[in-house]
């Protein structure tokens, strides 16, 4: 079991910058593909990014492509989600989330998340 902790939200103007941390409890970080989620108010959760257990494989949804990068370091326990070029439409919790064997792009996919941080991009 993996336990997850975001930070690094807060609120941006657009077109500004923000990088998202995601820190796991254990020391398995490194069997786990990981995934970044967001969701904003009354919308499903959607897809942002993932990456590959070594981080050579990331996934990315076409809406963020080209301005998110995801990154991870598995000495540190510790995914990333860089977002740049922030638009008001990125507003909502981010969540990190984490799951074994391939990666996935659905949440239902996902065995374990975080709490969630929120991002706020004012226009």
């Known amino acids: 079991q993996v336990q997850l902790v975001e930070s690094g939200g807060g609120l941006v103007q657009a077109g500004g910058s923000l990088r998202l941390s995601c820190v796991a409890s254990?020391?398995?970080?490194?069997?786990?593909?990981m995934g970044w989620f967001r969701q904003a108010p009354g919308k499903e959760r959607e897809f942002v990014a993932a990456i590959t257990l070594s981080g050579g494989t990331t996934r990315y949804a076409d809406s963020v492509k080209g301005r998110f990068t995801i990154a991870r370091d598995n000495a540190k326990n510790t995914v990333y989600l860089q977002m740049n070029s922030l638009k008001p439409e990125d507003t909502a919790v981010y969540y990190c989330a984490a799951r074994r064997r391939i990666i996935a792009t659905s949440f239902l996919d996902y065995d374990y998340w975080g709490q969630g941080t929120q991002v706020t991009v004012s226009s």
């Open positions: 254990g020391r398995t970080f490194s069997s786990y593909i």
